[in-house]
């Protein structure tokens, strides 16, 4: 070990004292070069980078609107997402809204039209005019199809039997053939099944189709002029009116009939026995058919018989080739046709009451 050998002491330092400072040493100096810091100023940042970058005023004013153009479009898009935001939000509403607009209209739109449906009958029968602020001129108006004066259609000649149509012919003595053969043509077109058809005669002075004041015949005459012979006891009882036509079967084909009136039942009965023998010739003449002439041997075979239709006594001639029947309808009212089922027709419409049922 080294043996320690005592230092001798130091003596003491002295600390140096501090100078008092003056007012030149409170506030430095700083040189006019030295750079402080200024508030900057849009006129400032202009210079800096003017002097800086080498920029220019233009330069420096397009960035500035740039900057400017941008925030304006960030407000935009802010807006408009805002403004599509309250749309969305709102759209229930006006969806429901449209929905009751669309009700509304059509309601309305359907009591116009029940209305329209309604009134039509009385608008359409009213009439509208406008007053003419023109000068008169002497042209006359041309007449609407409504005003223009028709001839009224002419209506069914009165008949003994209620008729749906009829035919009328001029009896003329010298178109006597013509006359049978327009009978004959009416009769194989046929009818309708339970049709009337009333064959119409006037007098010769009269036209055939559309006169309009027909000179209606009478019985006798019409016997007379198509040389017809009828016994003279029945000529003396028929009276003047009297009906000739056609009435409708099935298949559609037409029965020809003869409607005599008389003044006595005795006296018209009486003829009618004595003219049976000549019914089948006068129906074959003036109607065009082919029923065989009546035996008038003592055989019964061709002979009329008695029998009933429709609750009434009647005679009736059936052969194999046609059928001649007749009744009275009333003690004044003789019936003479070809056929039990026109007969059958025929009756019934001479036995009504003023209501038009049957008695």
Same mark, same amino acid.
């Given at each position: 070990?080294?043996?320690? *050998? =005592?230092?001798? $002491?130091?003596? @003491? ?9 003056? /007012?030149?040493? !409170? ?120 005003? *223009? =004066?028709?001839? $009224?259609?002419? @209506? ?9 149509? /009829?035919?009328? !012919? ?120 082919? *029923? =065989? ?67």
């Amino acid at each position: 070990m080294e043996p320690i *050998i =005592p230092r001798p $002491p130091q003596p @003491p330092q002295k600390i140096p004292v501090p100078k008092p400072l003056g /007012e030149a040493h !409170l506030v430095p100096k700083v040189a006019p070069s030295s750079t402080l810091l200024r508030i900057r100023t849009m006129k400032s940042d202009s210079a800096i980078a003017i002097n800086q970058q080498n920029e220019s005023l233009v330069s420096i004013a397009l960035a500035a609107e740039k900057q400017k153009a941008a925030r304006e479009q960030a407000k935009a898009q802010e807006m408009l997402a805002e403004k599509k935001a309250g749309t969305q939000t709102a759209h229930p509403t006006h969806k429901r809204g449209r929905i009751f607009i669309v009700l509304g209209v059509v309601i309305i739109l359907g009591v116009l039209g029940g209305g329209g449906v309604l009134l039509w009958p009385k608008i359409s029968t009213l009439t509208f005019s406008f007053p003419n602020f023109g000068k008169p001129t002497d042209q006359k108006e041309t007449p609407l199809p409504s005003d *223009i =004066p028709t001839k $009224p259609a002419q @209506p069914l000649a009165p008949s003994l039997a209620p008729a749906q149509s /009829e035919k009328r !012919l001029a009896l003329d003595i010298n178109n006597l053939q013509g006359i049978f053969s327009t009978i004959a043509t009416e009769r194989i077109a046929g009818l309708t099944e339970k049709e009337i058809r009333n064959i119409y005669f006037v007098g010769t002075g009269s036209s055939s189709e559309g006169s309009e004041a027909p000179a209606p015949i009478s019985a006798r005459q019409l016997f007379s002029t198509l040389g017809i012979s009828i016994p003279n006891i029945l000529s003396r009882s028929l009276e003047t009116s009297f009906m000739t036509g056609l009435v409708g079967e099935s298949g559609n084909t037409a029965t020809p009939f003869v409607i005599l009136k008389v003044s006595s039942r005795d006296s018209a009965f009486a003829g009618m026995l004595e003219w049976e023998s000549g019914l089948p010739n006068f129906f074959n003449t003036f109607f065009g058919t082919t *029923i =065989p002439h009546i035996s008038t041997g003592k055989s019964a075979v061709g002979k009329f018989r008695d029998t009933v239709v429709w609750k009434h006594d009647t005679r009736i001639f059936e052969n194999g080739g046609g059928t001649i029947v007749y009744a009275f309808a009333d003690a004044k009212t003789i019936i003479i046709t070809s056929s039990k089922n026109a007969l059958e027709t025929l009756l019934p419409l001479f036995h009504k009451n003023t209501d038009g049922n049957l008695h």
